[in-house]
Nanobody, 123 residues
Framework: QVQLVQSGGGSVQAGGSLRLSCAASGNYYSRYYMGWFRQAPGNEREAVAVIETDGRTSYADSVKGRFTISKDNAKNTLYLQMNNLKPEDTDMYYC?????????????????WGQGTQVTVSS
């Protein structure tokens, strides 16, 4: 089992920044794919940013150029740096990890999930 514990998030004004963290423990290894997803009530959980085993990153079009995903393998921690936040970024954000990931933008590919962190951006 892998446990993912999130921290960060909160409320900011539009144009502000936040950093989300996701600490992995248990049977976790750096070769896992990891990603950030977000979900609003009534919506499907959608990918925001993904980092592959080799460190390559991918972003949703809506956040590209504003968000940066990274991981610190020594700390087993995943990060999402969110800059120039917009009200439409308001959502619950979840980190995820998966060992066997084919389509890494598909939420169902991931086995383990964090508890979720609320991000609220005011105009």
């Amino acid at each position: 089992q892998v446990q993912l514990v999130q921290s960060g998030g909160g409320s900011v004004q539009a144009g502000g920044s936040l950093r989300l963290s996701c600490a992995a423990s248990g049977n976790y290894y750096s070769r896992y794919y990891m990603g950030w997803f977000r979900q609003a009530p009534g919506n499907e959980r959608e990918a925001v940013a993904v980092i592959e085993t080799d460190g390559r990153t991918s972003y949703a079009d809506s956040v590209k150029g504003r968000f940066t995903i990274s991981k610190d393998n020594a700390k087993n921690t995943l990060y999402l740096q969110m800059n120039n936040l917009k009200p439409e970024d308001t959502d619950m954000y979840y980190c995820a990890a998966g060992l066997y990931v084919a389509d890494f933008f598909r939420a169902s590919e991931y086995t383990y999930w964090g508890q979720g962190t609320q991000v609220t951006v005011s105009s």
